[in-house]
């Protein structure tokens, strides 16, 4: 097994089953019938997969972009091989029920094989990923026909799926949407209108493919409480989910990125022939609601993506600084003296140490959400999968952005220590930087998300979900204060959180009064919070470690926890304290941003 290139197994076994109780889900109806050694099974079914079909294509798919050959979308070698063994293998449907073809697997663990497809080959399981995504919509929203008609087919991989929002003339403004749908006697509706970066909007590696269009109804009211959800497929389908004459939807270009190549990237044209049919997806006019169900997973996902593309580099170089020979300790002025490895050097280590703090404690949050996504679905009592879902919501927003930075920083760190040769595509970290750049921009840029979070979900239902968050830092706080090595960062992460609770008070009515005043250093609060929730993040890695210590102090779980300990600790030194200035700096409403004018630039 080669895994160990692609992701520590080390960490996942530690986040699975010392972090976030994977075994504990195994009590529940639902994931009754799995055990530790199904778990296991899994994992190592998608390491394999992953190193075997997923790794050997992603530089070829980055160099030899998909191209539109003969009315047909043309794509290098590996790419359906390696999709249809994902299904075949059922990862389509890990966390589906048994009775859909799925192999009812907690999210949890889902989420933990996907790392090894998105660390091997984020290009390529970006196509399985949205058709799992888009499935879940269908099963919500959908009516029983549509169910018949592509349910089955997407969970095994037959159809793919995507979602298409974005218009050329809008951009992230949903509101602004033009595309429209007529409604027909027999219950369907044309559609007719652009879609751009429409990822997965059109390759040969399904029999169909399922687009869900965000359109306007005739009756629509403006902005996004007049936007409805349809599917719409490449090629007719019968109930039966038979596939048959091609739709009026027509590819209008193909986009050429700077990274995350090896994905079609299209430009969609729906009802050129005025004969683009769709069946509409839930209740008119709350089509943006039934999105979002899809977005909040994909958004997941994107900081998933983004902390594998991270880890991936962080691994890279790490492996380089223990190889590469070059230079001297400053005191060492013998040229004769042997050359050290980079690892040796102060600069380096502070470089591999900030990637490890940022990879690794994203990973955590990731898993976090991920297992705040079963207890939402599967716990015992109402309260529990109430408050479960509010955290999620809270989550999310950080869940995407934060690793979307600063797993993106870490890529910039791997290509700063392998130094020009990182900066050359013979070594891969280049393209690890370019493939997560993506991340700050789709489902939901970095703005969005910062007022998303200041703007309503530290707000929404008088203040319940951070309420309920606040309680998980505190039960922290107090876990890490009875452990003398670790009270110190606990009594710094109690100062930083009461501050961020503070400048949610003092925020509130500043937001009723003038919300865009208050709003127009938005991206300061989620920097800030972001940095909170890692902290917390990392001081519960940090608790689990040093119990783990004591407990097992085995040569190797010795260098493991400690490094865990020596992350937290330069998370805590180097970051967490820039917090105080970015929360006071965003209480004065300063509004050097906002009061520039255009003429002055």
């Known amino acids: 097994m080669h895994d160990e290139e692609l992701i520590s197994r080390r960490d996942i076994d530690f986040q699975l089953y010392e972090m976030h109780d994977a075994e504990g889900l195994l009590g529940r109806e639902r994931y009754s019938e799995h055990n530790r050694e199904t778990f296991d099974a899994t994992l190592e079914t998608a390491a394999r997969m992953a190193v075997e079909l997923f790794a050997p294509h992603c530089r070829a798919s980055d160099e030899q972009e998909p191209q539109f050959v003969d009315g047909k979308v043309v794509m290098v070698d590996g790419v359906k091989e390696a999709v249809k063994a994902y299904c075949d293998a059922g990862f389509l449907s890990a966390s589906a029920d048994f009775e859909s073809g799925g192999m009812q697997l907690p999210v949890l663990v889902s989420q933990a094989c996907l790392s ?10 970006s196509y399985v990923g949205l058709t799992s995504s888009n499935a879940n919509v269908i099963e919500k929203f959908g009516g ?24 050329p ?60 959800l349809f599917t719409v497929p490449k090629f007719h389908t019968s109930e039966q989910g038979e596939v048959g004459e091609r739709n009026d939807v027509a590819l209008a270009g193909l986009i050429h990125k700077c990274g995350w190549r090896g994905t079609t990237s299209t430009m969609l044209s729906f009802g050129e022939k005025d004969a683009c049919v769709g069946e509409i997806v839930g209740k008119p006019h709350e089509g943006l609601a039934c999105m979002f169900h899809m977005m909040n997973e994909a958004r997941i ?69 991920a297992r705040l996504v079963d207890e939402s679905r599967t716990a015992p009592d109402e309260a529990e999968r109430v408050e479960a879902s509010l955290l999620l919501e809270l989550l999310t927003p950080v869940v995407k952005s934060w690793p979307s930075q600063w797993c993106l920083e870490a890529n910039s760190l791997a290509i700063q220590i392998l130094g020009g040769y990182g900066f050359t595509r013979e070594f891969p970290v280049e393209q690890y930087w370019r493939d997560n750049r993506l991340n700050m921009i789709h489902e939901g840029t970095h703005g969005i998300q910062a007022l998303d979070l200041l703007g309503r979900k530290v707000l929404m239902k008088d203040g319940a979900a951070l309420t309920a968050f606040d309680k998980q830092v505190q039960q922290t706080l107090a876990e890490a204060q009875s452990l003398p090595s670790l009270e110190g960062m606990a009594d710094q992460l109690a100062k930083a959180w009461q501050d961020v609770m503070d400048t949610v008070t003092h925020m509130r009515p500043l937001i009723q009064a003038d919300r865009n005043g208050a709003l127009a250093n938005a991206n300061l609060f989620l920097e800030a919070f972001g940095h909170a929730v890692l902290a917390w993040t990392w001081l519960r890695q940090a608790v689990v470690a040093t119990r783990g210590l004591a407990a097992n102090p085995s040569s190797d779980n010795d260098a493991f926890y400690r490094g865990k300990l020596q992350a937290c600790q330069w998370f805590f030194r180097w970051e967490l304290p820039k917090t105080q200035e970015q929360l006071a700096l965003l209480r004065t409403l300063d509004d050097t941003t906002a009061a520039m004018q255009d003429d002055w630039f």
Not at 116 to 125: E, G, K, L, P, V
Not at 147 to 162: V, W
Request: hydrophobic share 40%; aromatic share 8%; proline share 5%.
């Open 116 to 125: 090894y497809f998105r660390s091997a080959n984020i290009a390529t399981t």
């Open 144 to 167: 029983e026909k549509q169910k018949a008609r592509y349910l089955q087919a997407l969970r095994e991989g037959r159809f793919f799926g995507t979602m298409a929002l974005t218009e």
């Open 169 to 228: 003339q809008a951009g992230s403004g949903l509101s602004d949407l033009k595309t429209s749908a007529t409604p027909q006697s027999d219950g369907t509706y044309l559609i007719k209108g652009q879609k751009i970066f429409i990822s997965g909007g059109d390759h040969e590696l399904s029999d169909n493919i399922v687009h869900l269009v965000l359109a306007r109804l005739p009756d629509a009211p403006p902005g996004v409480k007049g936007i409805s």
């Open 301 to 369: 996902g994107v900081g998933m993506g983004a902390i594998m593309l991270g880890y991936r580099g962080y691994l890279a170089s790490l492996k380089y600084a223990r190889e590469r020979l070059q230079g001297r300790h400053p005191a060492d002025k013998n040229p004769l003296s042997p050359p050290l490895a980079l690892i040796e050097h102060a600069d380096v280590k502070r470089m591999l140490l900030a990637q490890k703090a940022y990879v690794e404690g994203s990973y955590g949050l990731a898993f976090y959400a």
